[in-house]
């Protein structure tokens, strides 16, 4: 029955590699960062500031991008 399952292939990027092309590099640069720094910054916390900077995006986008279960991997 369950013969040849096979995982749905991905888009390639993810919402926050999106956004990510969309920063100048300097902005690159302390998104990144932020990203890396969970201690800072939550999921949650780092999905507001960006959304009331005008860069919509969830924090179950950042928290995929942050496990590795996004479309980047």
Do not use: F
């Amino acid at each position: 029955m369950l013969e040849g399952l096979t995982p749905p292939k991905r888009p390639g990027i993810c919402r926050v590699g999106e956004l990510l092309q969309k920063l100048d590099e300097r902005d690159q640069e302390i998104l990144k960062e932020a990203l890396s720094d969970r201690k800072r910054w939550s999921h949650m916390a780092l999905a507001k500031a960006l959304t009331e900077r005008g860069l919509s995006i969830s924090s179950s986008s950042i928290q995929r991008h942050r496990t590795g279960l996004c479309a980047n991997d």
